[in-house]
């Protein structure tokens, strides 16, 4: 974004030239933009934003993409490590009828997530993983969309400063190789997904063969796409309707 497009915004979202002046010096001083304004245009929407919550990327926006077109007319969403629930929200955007539910460990991010979700219909719910969903959906989830922390320990400390001081260690740190959350996603996605459901889980191309691989050790049918115009990458994986279906490890170059 152009200098001159966040004067705009920054001059739009103060109250007063002092309030403007505060904006101001709080951007220089780093803070993300959509952090001070209080929103993010994501997928055409406006996503409400808070002080130290994980900001929704333009990549993520392939996720989306992916997901939108799996999910059933009346299928049931799961947005899990949520943030501000804005890959829940879009992926469900212009559906009549469906079940969304998103999580998130950071009560942070759980707070910000509500005044997304909760307005479409959703629900939100504070906890680890899975174990923050209802019971009464396991084995129903339609499409499961995961955007976990992926980027490795000691990475975070060449992350631009906007991402790296201004948002939720829990929402970037992946572990030592940045797929410890992922192998806790794929080991139970199963569990969750009905037969046919899908888990789309965002990557990095570097990351992607092992997210891959780990879908596939959990019993899942697997692919990658990939956009080159966002640089998205999401490992997919699908849970068999029966014993007969065969695995499917093709990688696909995706459009967007």
Excluded at 63 to 78: C, F, R, T, Y
Excluded at 146 to 161: E, F, L, Q, R, S
Excluded at 239 to 252: C, E, I, T, W
Aim: charged residues 25%.
């Amino acid at each position: 974004m152009f200098a001159e497009d966040e004067a705009e915004l920054l001059t739009a979202a103060a109250s007063s030239p002092e309030d403007l002046e505060s904006m101001v010096d709080r951007r220089v001083s780093g803070l993300p933009l959509e952090q001070i304004v209080g929103w993010a245009e994501f997928c055409g929407l406006r996503i409400a934003v808070e002080p130290g919550v994980f900001v929704p990327r333009r990549r993520t926006e392939f996720l989306v993409e992916q997901a939108s077109a799996l999910v059933s007319p009346g299928g049931v969403v799961v947005d899990l490590c949520c943030g501000t629930g804005a890959i829940g929200v879009a992926t469900v955007a212009g559906m009549s009828e469906f079940s969304l539910y998103a999580a998130d460990i950071d009560p942070a991010a759980v707070r910000c997530a509500r005044r997304n979700v909760e307005p479409v219909g959703g629900q939100v719910f504070e906890g680890d993983l899975y174990d923050a969903l209802p019971p009464e959906i396991r084995g129903r989830v339609d499409v499961l969309v995961v955007n976990a922390p992926y980027v490795p320990t000691d990475d975070i400390g060449m992350m631009p400063p906007e991402a790296r001081d201004h948002e939720a260690r829990v929402a970037l740190d992946g572990g030592s190789d940045g797929l410890e959350v992922h192998r806790r996603v794929a080991a139970d996605a199963s569990a969750w997904l009905k037969p046919g459901g899908h888990v789309l889980i965002e990557t990095s191309v570097r990351q992607a063969a092992s997210t891959q691989r780990l879908l596939a050790d959990a019993g899942l049918t697997t692919r990658v796409e990939h956009s080159e115009e966002v640089d998205g990458t999401v490992a997919i994986g699908r849970r068999a309707v029966s014993f007969g279906d065969d695995a499917d490890q093709s990688v696909r170059r995706g459009r967007s």
